[in-house]
């Protein structure tokens, strides 16, 4: 099916960042996810993500459940990457994926100032329900492709790996259990388009 397609037509970033799609990060806690993310969006904003191609112009909201506004910026400055007319983010501001009335609003503001990729950072901040049961889950991706993603906005999370792989006292990664199981219900993974 997807022959009679150029990679432009299916990817954002060539073979990493699938077109309106779900894409997912997943790592450890303090593995550098968000760091990485905020890579990928200047490399977006500039046209190249080191050797892959950058398909298209495109404005960005990244929205951070977790960190402080300060903290976002420092890294911000660190990378050189600043708000403005094609970027921009939110900290710590409550978004329940769950409640539609939120999600319609945000897709609505989308819309409206042509954002076409939407970061949510780490995607466990986004929703309320239980994220070990498929149900929740599926309803959660359910509303990100529906409300976003059939809507021409491209969705990227992060997603923590359990901690309980962690064995206790050994902190650097190559310590650590060489698999990587997401943390919650297997629907996370599944319901991605690239993880």
């Not at 780490?122 to 309320?128: G, T, V």
């Amino acid at each position: 099916e997807l022959k009679d397609f150029s990679p432009q037509d299916i990817y954002i970033v060539d073979k990493i960042i699938a077109r309106n799609a779900i894409n997912i990060f997943t790592g450890y806690y303090r593995s550098g996810k968000t760091w990485i993310v905020l890579q990928l969006l200047k490399s977006i904003l500039s046209g190249k993500f080191y050797r892959y191609d950058v398909f298209g112009e495109h404005k960005i909201l990244y929205w951070n459940g977790e960190n402080s506004e300060e903290g976002i910026i420092s890294r911000l400055k660190a990378i050189n990457l600043h708000p403005g007319p094609n970027f921009n983010f939110i900290c710590r501001f409550p978004l329940n994926l769950e409640n539609l009335v939120q999600v319609e609003t945000l897709s609505t503001y989308l819309d409206l100032k042509k954002i076409d990729i939407l970061v949510l950072d780490p995607l466990r901040a986004f929703f309320e329900g239980n994220e070990n049961k498929s149900e929740v889950i599926r309803k959660v991706f359910s509303t990100l492709k529906t409300q976003f993603c059939d809507k021409g906005i491209t969705v990227i999370l992060t997603h923590h790996l359990g901690k309980f792989l962690v064995k206790e006292n050994e902190g650097d990664l190559e310590s650590r259990p060489k698999s990587l199981r997401a943390r919650g219900s297997s629907d996370i993974g599944a319901s991605a388009d690239i993880v």
